[in-house]
């Protein structure tokens, strides 16, 4: 499994950790996807980092 430059495990769990930050929005989406996987929280985010990062902060400009 990936680990993000933090060094916790690229997962959705980890990804709602930093979501929170974001906001509501950005956790809701998370929430969702973990919703879906049938790994839940432990589903491997295959997606680099940054990208997932871009998108939190898009998400939490475009609510503003």
Same mark, same amino acid.
Do not use: R
């Given at each position: 499994?990936?680990?993000i430059?933090s060094?916790?495990? #690229?997962?959705?769990g980890?990804?709602?950790?930093i979501?929170?930050? =974001?906001?509501?929005?950005?956790?809701? =989406? *998370?929430?969702g996807?973990i919703?879906? #996987?049938?790994n839940?929280?432990?589903?491997?985010?295959i997606?680099?980092? #940054?990208? *997932?990062?871009?998108? =939190?902060?898009?998400?939490?400009?475009n609510k503003?």
């Open positions: 499994m990936m680990n430059s060094g916790e495990p #690229s997962t959705l980890t990804y709602l950790k979501a929170k930050v =974001f906001g509501k929005e950005c956790e809701d =989406f *998370i929430k996807k919703a879906k #996987s049938p839940g929280e432990n589903e491997e985010v997606q680099a980092e #940054s990208q *997932i990062l871009y998108l =939190f902060g898009h998400m939490a400009k503003k």
